[in-house]
Structures are given as structure tokens and as C-alpha cells.
């Protein structure tokens, strides 16, 4: 059986967890594939709210096996800690049981954490993830697979706790790695993950073979990719489908579905352009009733209108086979919807996102206006969602203007829609197809 892959399609926080969650549910493999604890995403399971920023969403379904891939950089400290939360609240210690940890992944260190305090421009997390990925592209990096060649060699540590202190001296940083909590650091990374680390390209192909459902689960979002994103304004790694396949060691062509989630209107966190950003009333209504705060850093989400020039170009990297629409439910109430279908640029209209950031902060929106539909309690919306489910009502569950929007999405985008979000909960989801 072929994979399927899950993508942010904006700046991130479009509900990948929520999606994969379910998913999950005929999936014998969920997959992380890129990023690392700068993702948090949010599976809610009625009264219980779970927040991941390492542990694949699939964890919810016991069956389901779990991969922390090749192209990942990973905060040992972070997994630890969610491991034993995920051990309090189920009972369950997956690892190296039915979680695994790729050889290949890179190792965040407390110094790539110390790099990454001291930015000021981009507003990254703070997680150590460009930091680490700049070692592995300099070659310098730890990695799981090769933990076992650095323990007791007292040499690694202390010239590599020396390269570590002359790059904080060189960039001003008071922080300083001592040779000797960095040998007991890496040993016990070591030991306390040594039966889950694995060969995890070979075990997931071996396992598409076999004919098992794999996810590829994407973190951060399509304007968040390193090359195709809002540069410089991104994360470290490239988000989007070209390295689902890669980072996760498989072979693109198991892929057969590709689900871009996108949000009904728009959020970032962190600086850079963004054309549709509201600073006003409704801005305050999308922020508000759509609880937009970060999961990782607790940020204050920027909020706008769905913008078609960023899902146009979404659309043009990852070629989506379907789009799933989350959010709806935070529309409601709102006498008019707007939606983004060209910039302009220094007195032009262009229908394409600029490369230049700078460029980028210059664009302003040229909207189309559709009418709005009202609000319904969160009750209501996992109500109308579970009886459209049920009934097989399909899009026709929602309000005519709600129906309206979405097909103009459609229109605009050339994909189709395969599910609505209407409420954070696992249920509240409506299928389209
Ligand atoms: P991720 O990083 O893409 O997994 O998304 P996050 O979990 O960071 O942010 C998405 C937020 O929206 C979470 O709080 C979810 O519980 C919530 N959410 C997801 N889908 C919906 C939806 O359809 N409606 C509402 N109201 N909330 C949703
Ligand atoms: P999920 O997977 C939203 C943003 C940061 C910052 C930029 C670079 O939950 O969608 P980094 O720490 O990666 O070097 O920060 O990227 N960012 C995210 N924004 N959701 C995320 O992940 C993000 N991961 C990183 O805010 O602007
Ligand atoms: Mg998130």
C-alpha cells in the first residue's frame, strides 16, 4: 500500500496533528520526517488536549508503529520529556518497541541552543534547530548511528567542546560547553535511547513492501521551507514533499496522496512579510475565538485572510492531490469573507509570491469578497460534523455561504477540498469525499 503525505501548506499551526491523528487510524507507520521540537501539534481527544513536538501524531493509535526520520534534528532532552509524559497519561513506553529513532537524525545539543538564543531577526523558537542543521550541512554534525563511536572517547569531547566555545566566543555569547557534561551528555543520550535507535528507511521500506499504510507527518509549513519559503524569514529544513520521501528514506515514488492542510484564513508566528495580516477588529476575532497562540512558545499567532497567491505557490511545490480545510467554524459570525487573490506590488498586480522579503512586506492584498455565515458553538459544530459524517451529508451539512467559500476556494486553487475542520476536536472534522 502506498504513503501518504501531510503537509502544512502556510506559515504553520494549519492542524497537522489533528489530521494525522486521524488518520492514523489506517496507518500501520506514522513518519516525522523534517524539523524537530520547533513543531507543536495539538490532538484533542474530548476533554483531553495532547500537545507533540517530537513524538509523531500517529502515538494515539496504538497499533501504529512511529518514526523519528533521517532528516529530523532532535532535542534528546525534549523526547525524554515527552516520552515520560506520554508514559504518565497511557502508561506505554514505545521506545524501541513501536518507536524508533533514525540512525541518520541529528542530535540537538545544549549549544546548538545557546547559537540559537542569541537570534534576533529571524523570532525562531529557540529550539537549537538552525543551529543543528548548520552543523550537519558543515559536516560536523552528531548523529544518533554514530553515538556509540564518540562515548568514552575523551578526545571528541574536549576538541569538540573547544570548536563549541570558540563559536559562542566568536559570536558573543557568555555561554561556554564543559568537555566533561558533554561526554556524560552524549552518553547518556547512548543509553537511554540505544534500543530505539534503527535503520528506519530500511525498516519503512521493508514495511511498504509488506503492503502496510505509511504517513509522512510535515512539520512547519510550505512558506516556512528553507528554499521555497519566505527567506530568510524560514526554518532550517525544506518542508515540503520533495523531502517527505527523502528525509523519511524511502523513494518518492511510493507516494500516492498528498494532503495540503490549510487553515481557512492565515497565521504566523515569528517575523516576515505577511499581506493579509489584520491588525484591526477581525484580526482580533481570528485570534481570539481561534485560540491563536503558539503550542511551542506560547507566541501570539499573526492572523489574516486566506491568501490564494500563498496557495498558489504552495500548490505549485507540493502538488497537492487534496486540501484539507481547518478552521471554518472560527469564520463563523463574521458578516464578510475575504480572500487574497493577487498582490499589489510597486504599482502592479502580480499573481505570483515575490522571492524578496523585502519585496514580500511591500505586497498588499487585492481582495475578492464573499458573504459570511453564522457562528455556531463548538458543541453545535462537532454536532453538525458527526451527523454530516454519519448521514453522509458531505459539504452539504454546511451553511450555503460556507459552501460558497470553500468552492471558491476550490476554484482558485485547483484542488480539491477532502475535509472541513469545524472545532479542534478529533470528531469535528467533515469529509468531503
Ligand atoms: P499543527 O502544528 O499544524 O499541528 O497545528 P497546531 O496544533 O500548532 O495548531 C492548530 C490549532 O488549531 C490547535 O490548537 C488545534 O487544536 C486547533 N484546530 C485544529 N483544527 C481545528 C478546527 O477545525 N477548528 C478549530 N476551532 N480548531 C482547530
Ligand atoms: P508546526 O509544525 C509555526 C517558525 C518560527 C520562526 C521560524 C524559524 O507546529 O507547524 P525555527 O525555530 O524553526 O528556526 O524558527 O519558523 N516556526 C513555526 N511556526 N509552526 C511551526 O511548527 C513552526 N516551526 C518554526 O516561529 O518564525
Ligand atoms: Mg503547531
Known sequence: MPATIILGSQWGDEGKGKLVDRLAEQATWVVRFQGGNNAGHTVVLGD?????????SGITRKECNLILGDGMVIDP?????????????????????????????????PYHRYMDSL???????????????????????????????????????SSTAERMNAALEAVGSKDRVNASDLASEVKWIFERYQSAIAPTGVMLDNALKLGERVILEGAQGCLLDIDQGTYPFVTSSVTSRGNATHGAGIHPGHVDEVIGIT????????????????EDEIG?????????????????????????????H????????????????VLGGLEEIKIC???ELDGKEIHEMPSSATALERCKPIYVSTPGFPAHS???????????????????????????????????????????????????????V
Not at 263 to 278: D, F, H, Q, S
Open 48 to 56: 483531553q488536549v495532547l500537545k507533540f513536538h517530537l513524538l509523531p
Open 77 to 109: 532532552w525534549v523526547l525524554d520529556t515527552e516520552l515520560k509524559g506520554w508514559e504518565e497519561s497511557s502508561g506505554e513506553d514505545p521506545s524501541g518497541d513501536r518507536l524508533f529513532v533514525s540512525e541518520r537524525a541529528h542530535i540537538i545539543l
Open 119 to 157: 537570534d534576533k531577526k529571524i523570532g525562531t523558537t529557540g529550539r537549537g534547530i538552525g543551529p543543528t542543521y548548520a552543523d550537519k550541512i558543515n559536516r560536523i554534525g552528531l548523529r544518533f548511528g554514530d553515538l556509540a563511536e564518540v562515548i568514552d572517547d575523551s578526545h571528541w569531547a
Open 263 to 278: 487553515k481557512a484564513y492565515i497565521t504566523r508566528v515569528g517575523n516576515g512579510g505577511m499581506p493579509t495580516e489584520l
Open 284 to 312: 482580533h476575532h481570528l485570534g481570539t475565538i481561534g485560540h491563536e497562540f503558539g503550542t511551542t512558545t506560547g507566541r501570539k499567532r499573526r492572523c489574516g485572510w486566506f491568501d490564494a497567491v500563498v496557495m498558489r
Open 314 to 329: 504552495a500548490q505549485r511545490i507540493n502538488g497537492f492531490t487534496g486540501l484539507a480545510l481547518t478552521k471554518l467554524d
Open 341 to 343: 487573490v493577487a498582490y
Open 378 to 432: 463548538l458543541d453545535e459544530w462537532l454536532d453538525i460534523a458527526k451527523a454530516a459524517n454519519r448521514d453522509g451529508k458531505g459539504i452539504n451539512a454546511l451553511p450555503a455561504a460556507a459552501q460558497n467559500y470553500i468552492r471558491q476556494l476550490e476554484g482558485l486553487l485547483g484542488v480539491p477540498v477532502t475535509s472541513v475542520g469545524v472545532g479542534p476536536d478529533r470528531d469535528a472534522t467533515i469529509d468531503l
